[in-house]
């Protein structure tokens, strides 16, 4: 489907991740659900992978980066863009994506910090 990223392949594990997807408006939206992301979040951990962030993309930051080249770039270029909203999930299958559900970003780093608990990995939040 998407196969080609501007990002390029980092390892095979998230390669392969990466060309399950659909682009909507010209942003690669990953065809994951949370087991799959959060499968992937542990592995990149354990294997001390780096320089990798996820976007949690509903609707408007994809209606934003048509005019925003830096969101545009920050979006396409992430680890993994997870569909976050019903509208993006709705396209992606009228694009001949396979995915049954969003990955909403409030339960998904719910779920992250559930799996760090449990694994033994240290959590660190940046921002204001």
């Known amino acids: 489907m998407c196969g080609q990223m501007s990002g390029g392949s980092r390892d095979c594990e998230t390669r392969s991740l990466r060309e399950m997807c ?10 994951v659900d949370y ?8 592995h990149c951990i354990s294997n001390r992978l780096t320089g990798r962030y996820i976007c949690a993309c509903p609707v ?3 209606v934003v980066s048509q005019k925003d080249p830096e969101l545009n770039h920050a979006l396409n270029n ?3 863009t997870v569909p976050d909203g019903m509208p993006v999930v709705w396209a992606a ?5 396979s ?3 969003r ?9 992250a910090c559930e799996m760090a608990e449990k694994s033994g990995f240290s959590v660190f939040l940046y921002g204001g």
């Open 22 to 31: 659909v682009r909507v408006l010209d942003i690669r939206i990953n065809l």
């Open 35 to 42: 087991k799959t992301t959060i499968a992937s979040i542990k």
């Open 60 to 62: 408007h930051p994809i």
């Open 78 to 80: 992430s680890w993994l």
């Open 93 to 97: 299958r009228m694009l001949g994506g």
């Open 99 to 101: 995915i049954a559900d």
């Open 103 to 111: 990955v909403y970003g409030p339960t998904l780093m719910l779920q």
